[in-house]
């Protein structure tokens, strides 16, 4: 079956080979920064679409693409039984069977820095996980976050000063 990408409606297309039917699976756009076509049929730059000269997102540039997949594979996965302080691409998998955790963010991250969470025991809702904020935002409040719910697996992406750390599924 043929594959692709309807970047317009960010739906993955399946084809048949007898062109009888498709079948479509629409994704969130999470994870890749996007590129607009803009009027000329080519890819609009980053500096375009902050500006907003750009604003309708049609495609995905092939280097962002490629560079979201590099930073998927690149993390720094570690198995955390203790009190941790986060650094950018670290993949936490955080066993808290003997007891509560905290995990520190980074003081001075930037834009696009991330961060993955997966409660690897499923002991959250027993001893939790606490994500200290380190004077940055999390989800725009500024408050520790708590984690107490058992198998949870996020990712934090920071944005900014204002909104923080974000929480993506």
């Known amino acids: 079956m ?5 970047s317009l409606n960010g739906a993955i ?3 048949p080979e007898d062109g ?3 079948a479509a699976l629409t994704l969130p756009r999470v994870g890749i920064q996007p590129y ?21 997102v049609r495609a995905f540039s092939p280097q962002r693409i490629s560079q979201a ?6 993390f720094n996965w570690a198995i955390i039984t203790g009190s941790y302080s986060a650094q950018n691409y670290d993949g936490l998998l955080v066993d ?45 409040l500024n408050e520790d976050m708590v984690c107490n719910i058992s198998k949870t697996t996020f990712r934090l992406v920071y944005s900014n000063n204002t909104y923080g750390w974000r929480i993506i599924w």
């Open 96 to 140: 808290t069977t003997n007891g509560a955790i905290v995990v520190t963010l980074p003081g001075s991250p930037t834009i696009g820095d991330s961060i993955h969470i997966s409660d690897v025991s499923g002991k959250f809702s027993t001893n939790s996980l606490t994500l200290s904020r380190n004077s940055k935002p999390i989800m725009g």
């Open 20 to 22: 009888a039917g498709t």
């Open 69 to 74: 997949i590099v930073a998927q594979r690149n």
């Open 2 to 6: 043929p594959l692709q990408l309807d």
């Open 36 to 56: 607009s076509v803009n009027t000329a049929n080519t890819f609009a730059t980053q500096a375009e679409m902050v500006a907003g000269t750009e604003p309708g």
């Open 13 to 15: 297309i399946l084809s």
